[in-house]
């Protein structure tokens, strides 16, 4: 359970925190913001005082170590750094027990230690990043593939942010137009046509439609699962293949080698992510052309797999030979023989395993078949689908002539509530918490 504690920290704090992956290196940083930085890092430096926005190579003096340690100091003034406050970054060599002693010597000297996302959480609060793009640092740091980085890059160079920002200004123009006219409501005077009304509304319901085009374009949700089903000839892959998609996609044949090339096909089931399974040919020493290259096939599939099956005859001793160590072994016809310890035994003709086998390939999807952005994408597809609502039923009360001019006032309200809510113009601090918590310390 997330825990609300971003009413509780308080922004004046001077922060530390290490910022880098943990673990030995030649490089790891210690990143601190707020007004005393650079006061608390020229306490642990020998004749140093830091300037701002400067760069220096410096040693530092900490207790229990002889030697000075050698580090690099960056310092990043306010307003002009990520947090919008003075950012100092020591760099230095990453080892445990000297990073320990400055992190220590750093809070004594007055830091607090940073919580889970805070130097962003700051970042935003200085309207450095709105939600969006505080969202897509953390699409960033964990993006798992190329995809994943490309979008979350997008949403943090502004691609959500900027129309939606124009889109606001519009609105916000649109409603303070409608709402001089009720301050007038008994002279003959106004303040913008019915026209005029209806084309705005239109202009902004295409803008928040194409919005959410983009990203529902951007969710990796409905990115397939790849399942690779991989194995020597003649061990059940294209039954296997048949009995987890519910249909006869692959040809079933008693003699070995019926599947030279590869198979695909995609399986939509529970609302869940797509999976994509894949038949590959079996593998055999290949001495024909067509067959060597469906053994090539077969191990390309397997390096672009989520999720490899190495499947193996429960009647086939030598069946798990060359199995691959990422793949999850599975012991295929259990109803000729029966199948090795700790293997997960199926079979096509009595559905053995069957249940189990889809069971382990749903908890594959749960674990990497959400984006980075997921979460992002889904609270802003959220406050869009609530946007549209609004600016259709403003659009419907600007044709009804009975219909009173505050309705149409309040619908531009919620809708462009709806927008500070995504954009992080209006928040509270639940949904800080369940965003910035998920960052890990250092960011």
């Known amino acids: 359970m997330v825990t609300s504690h971003t009413k509780h920290l308080d922004p004046n704090d001077t922060i530390v925190a290490i910022s880098s992956a943990t673990g030995p290196g030649a490089r790891a940083i210690v990143r601190l913001s707020g007004r005393r930085a650079a006061a608390i890092v020229g306490s642990l430096c020998m004749a140093f005082v830091p300037r701002r926005g400067h760069f220096a190579t410096v040693h530092l003096t900490l207790p229990g170590f002889h030697t000075p340690i050698p580090a690099d100091i960056y310092h990043f003034a306010a307003p002009r750094s990520y947090t919008g406050q003075d950012v100092i970054e020591m760099h230095l060599i990453s080892c445990g027990p000297i990073l320990d002693v400055v992190i220590a010597q750093c809070l004594s000297a007055g830091a607090r230690a940073a919580q889970s996302g805070e130097f962003t959480l700051r970042a935003f609060l200085s309207g450095k990043l709105d939600l969006t793009r505080a969202e897509a640092v953390l699409g960033v740091i964990e993006a798992d593939s190329r995809d994943d980085l490309t979008h979350a890059l997008k949403q943090l160079a502004g691609g959500v942010a900027q129309p939606l920002g124009l889109l606001r200004d519009d609105l916000l123009n649109l409603l303070a137009d409608v709402e001089a006219g009720l301050d007038f409501a008994d002279e003959d005077i106004h303040f913008v046509t ?76 529970n609302g869940a992510a797509p999976i994509l399974f894949v038949d590959t040919a079996g593998q055999r020493v290949a001495d024909e052309p067509i067959e060597q290259a469906g053994q090539s096939l077969a191990r390309e599939q397997m390096q672009q797999a989520d999720l490899i099956l190495w499947c193996a005859a429960c009647d086939d001793p030598a069946g798990n030979n060359g199995c691959p160590s990422n793949a999850v072994r599975i012991a295929t016809k259990a109803d000729l023989a029966p199948a090795p310890p700790d293997v997960l035994a199926t079979s096509t003709a009595n559905g053995t395993g069957l249940n189990e086998l889809r069971a382990l390939i749903e908890a594959g999807v749960r674990r990497v078949g959400r984006g980075a952005l997921a979460p992002s ?67």
């Open 377 to 443: 994408l889904s609270r802003c597809a959220n406050h869009i689908a609530m946007c549209l609502q609004h600016l259709r039923r403003a659009y419907t009360n600007v044709l009804g002539e009975e219909t009173p001019p505050e309705l149409l006032a309040l619908d531009l309200r919620l809708a462009l509530e709806e927008l500070g809510a995504m954009t992080g113009a209006i928040y509270t601090d639940d949904l800080l918490d369940r965003i910035f918590s998920r960052f890990c310390i250092g960011k």
């Open 194 to 269: 019915t026209d005029d009304l209806l084309n705005r509304i239109t202009r902004g319901l295409a803008q928040i439609t194409l919005v959410g085009k983009q990203l529902e374009e951007r969710s990796l949700s409905q990115r397939p699962f790849r399942v690779v089903l991989a194995g020597k000839t003649n061990a059940g892959k294209s039954s296997l293949f048949n009995a987890l998609l519910g249909r006869a996609a692959a040809l079933v044949d008693a003699e070995p080698g019926t599947t030279r090339d590869y198979l695909e096909a995609r399986h939509d089931a």
